[in-house]
């Protein structure tokens, strides 16, 4: 007599699969949910496309809402059909449908899997992992290791100081800048002058930032704020600049007349004023000379020690033209210099005839005159 056996093993496993198969139809009620890619890994700031479909393998048409459930918290995702975002998709008996879900993975999360589920209510669900990589960070650093310089008011102060990108994409920060009215601020990444600079994930730029105070600005001191700026992030940073002062003198006269006269290889004294027109005082202040071939300038005193800031000093010019100069106008020129400022003084003087070559041109006319007389007497009635 055959044994039974292998009829109740096979009857078991045709029960089985028709129970399982039952209970999955009756958990999918005839919609299927699929995507190749459930398990992928991707750095902070990703966007990730997947393309799902939605399969109806019932006998009717299905009108399926659409989901997602355990999406964490700053992520964003979209879910789109025909170009057009959805909450509900149709499909007929043995067809599918394709729609887009698109994940966008913040720059700021931290490192690890996230689970989220795709569902299509009362039919199926679909789970995603996303494995992130690395930590991510919204955070930019805009640093210096000098944030504080002094001078005067006609210097250039330069800056040396670093933007570091501690996202995990690539930025375009916007480089700004706050001075006070009148100053200039001019940004040079890797000494090229820029509004805006372009940094690799977790890389460093140098940037030389460049403060020309005002022309007109006062001794004290100043603040810079500048930021490097993007949709992402803001960096601040505040620089300093304190003016001690600022240096500028005028060479003139008490008067302001800068023209006189003279005579060939003669001198002429001439009264020059230094006044300090700066908000600072200026020390040890020296005079050189622009002058006419074979003259001679000189000053008393040669050096000033000191002026204080809107003070002045007299200094005599004396001024000798050369013996053979001819009649004429001259433009010797003075400067008053010190390191910090210089000024001109642009002086015409005319040269005359000596009084003697006057008076002998005139004793040669008269001679000339009475001999013509003479003549003319003697020799006028023959």
Known sequence: MKSKLPYLKNLFFLCSFLFFYSQGAKAGNGIMLYTPYTHISVP?????????????????????????????????????????????????????????????????????????RLVAKNYDVLPIVVNVS?????????????????????????????????????????????????WNVAFKPNGRQATAVEIAPGKTTNITVEVKPSSQVKSGSYKIPIKASNKFSTANLELEVVIKGSYDLELTTPTGLLSS???????????LLVRNTGSSELRNIGFSYSKPKDWEISMEPD?????????????????????????????????????????????RVQVKTPLL??????????????????????YGRR
């Open 44 to 116: 902070p700031g990703e966007s990730i496309d997947y393309s799902v479909e939605v399969k109806n393998y019932g006998n009717q048409r299905k009108d399926v809402a659409i989901g997602l459930s355990g999406l964490p918290e700053d992520w964003e995702a979209t879910l789109k059909a025909g170009g057009y975002s959805i909450e509900r998709i149709a499909v007929l008996p043995g067809e599918k449908k394709t729609v887009s879900l698109t994940l966008n993975v913040p720059l700021k999360v931290d490192k690890g899997k996230y689970n989220i």
């Open 134 to 182: 690395e930590e991510g960070t919204f955070k930019t650093e805009f640093s210096s290791d000098q944030i504080n310089m002094e001078g005067h008011s006609k210097s250039n102060f330069n800056f040396s100081t670093k933007l570091k990108n501690h996202t995990g994409e690539k930025q375009l920060y916007s480089l700004l800048a706050s001075p006070p009215r009148g």
């Open 261 to 271: 006269s003279i005579t060939s290889g003669k001198e002429k004294h001439m009264e």
């Open 303 to 347: 050096t000033i020690p000191m002026i204080k800031a809107g003070g002045a000093t007299k200094v005599k010019a004396t001024i000798k033209a050369a013996d053979k100069a001819i009649p004429g106008d001259y433009l010797p020129k003075i400067t008053a210099k010190t390191p910090e400022a210089s000024s001109t003084a642009s002086l």
């Open 357 to 378: 070559w006057g008076w002998l041109g005139i004793f040669i006319i008269l001679g000339t005159l009475g001999a013509i007389y003479y003549l003319f007497k003697k």
